[in-house]
């Protein structure tokens, strides 16, 4: 199992690095890891856009005295940083991005036609973990989740919730992940970590219980797995060790709408309150990548691959030649390294299996005169293309936008 130790991998491909200069919990992404950081966003953001998504962006700050509203404040503060006094004013470093969006939402007046109204961000939050419970990019203490907050009426909740759903389901298939386990996260009324009133709960877990029940998901339901605004849909997944991580979830609130005063015009030309769905996908994308990381063995699918295509010239004297059939490639979009050093070209095919690069090239003579390559893939199968046939394999690999 050590071997796919996401914290292992990271290293060895240059993902991400924790240095003690900048703090543990808080990982640095190196060029690699920032490209396949890169092409998840993308990729969901493809997704959510053709979900009817818009996408805002929010400060890493925001004043105490919007955390006091919302709740966060007096149920969650023992992972908050303590506040920040600047003039006479006290900010503190969010450790959700709900409270923005829901400012985003009073930022006008609402009406029904405008509704559901759909917020996603890459929203970078702080949360003051213990040192002993940071765990490479699984636990840190600054990560980025993939957020959306929906607006909507009443009535519309279980639709909006079975489209969350229908979206959660399809980024773990596009990653394979088959092997996860629903939780129905419930309030423990004898806790008193939540927030609201009695009916208003009663109708989030059920409106939650009732899209499950005509789901083909199998979950469970737990008491005192729920937020403190609301009920919640979590997906869990083992890392190589067993041990269970929360990746995507999808949360049903009634409360914090009310702690803001939230409001739409209905179509009767009254004041109504929304209801919200907090959801993410793919949890934090930390957490994402370790996970994926652990899953492919660190060999990530080609469309993810931060380098997809190793050029190996023969000799030296090939070498000019290369760097031009490279350059074909990468205005075509692909990703690409070439291997000039004077050494032996098994060893830079080694080198190149070491770090995971999907597709290797070997470039010399013959290559140049016929204008054919042999390609050789992740599991040592080899294929001779021409450069057009090798450009239209990674273009369609490339191509991860919905259908």
């Not at 596009?174 to 109708?203: I, Q």
């Not at 931060?306 to 290369?322: C, D, L, M, R, T």
């Not at 050093?341 to 690069?357: C, D, F, G």
Request: hydrophobic share 35%; proline share 4%; aromatic share 10%.
């Amino acid at each position: 199992m050590e071997k796919t130790d996401h914290r292992k991998l990271g290293k060895k491909l240059g993902i991400f690095h924790i240095s003690e200069k900048v703090g543990i919990g808080l990982p640095l992404w190196l060029p690699k890891g920032a490209t396949v950081r890169k092409l998840l966003m993308d990729y969901l953001e493809c997704e959510q856009r053709s979900a009817g998504y818009d996408f805002v962006a929010t400060p890493h700050l925001g004043k105490l005295e919007l955390y006091k509203t919302s709740g966060h404040w007096d149920t969650y503060r023992q992972y908050m940083y303590q506040p920040i006094k600047i003039d006479q004013e006290e900010f503190i470093l969010k450790p959700m991005n709900c409270p923005h969006h829901i400012a985003i939402y009073e930022s006008e007046p609402r009406s029904w036609r405008d509704l559901p109204i759909r917020l996603a961000e890459y929203g970078t939050v702080y949360r003051s973990e213990k040192t002993g419970e940071l765990l490479g990019l699984i636990r840190t203490r600054g990560f980025t989740i993939d957020d959306a907050h929906i607006f909507m009426a009443e009535e519309d909740l279980e639709q909006e919730f079975q489209k969350v759903l229908e979206l959660t389901q399809k980024v773990f298939n596009k990653f394979k992940f088959n092997d996860f386990r629903a939780r129905v996260g419930l309030r423990d009324k004898e806790k008193t970590k939540y927030v609201g009133a009695d009916d208003l709960w009663e109708k989030s877990e059920q409106a939650i219980e009732n899209v499950m029940k005509k789901s083909s998901i199998t979950y469970e339901k737990v008491k005192g797995e729920a937020a403190f605004y609301g009920p919640k849909l979590d997906f869990l997944v083992k890392d190589n060790l067993g041990r269970e991580w929360q990746l995507g979830t999808i949360q049903v609130d009634y409360n914090l709408p009310e702690r803001f005063d939230l409001k739409y015009i209905d179509k009767n030309g009254k004041p109504a309150r929304p209801v919200m769905i907090h959801r993410a996908p793919f949890g934090s994308l930390e957490r994402f990548i370790a996970i994926l990381l652990e899953h492919f063995n660190g060999k990530l699918p080609l469309w993810l691959s931060p380098v997809q295509v190793a050029i190996i010239p023969v000799s030296e004297k090939f070498n000019q030649e290369a760097i031009e059939f490279s350059e074909k490639l990468v205005k075509n979009g692909s990703r690409v390294k070439i291997f000039l050093a004077n050494e032996t070209v098994s060893k830079k095919v080694l080198v190149a299996k070491q770090q995971s690069i999907p597709l290797i090239i070997v470039f010399g003579e013959k290559e140049i005169k016929t204008g054919k390559f042999i390609v050789v893939n992740g599991q040592n199968k080899k294929k001779t293309l021409t450069e057009k046939q090798l450009i239209e394999i990674i273009e369609l690999d490339n191509r991860f936008l919905p259908e």
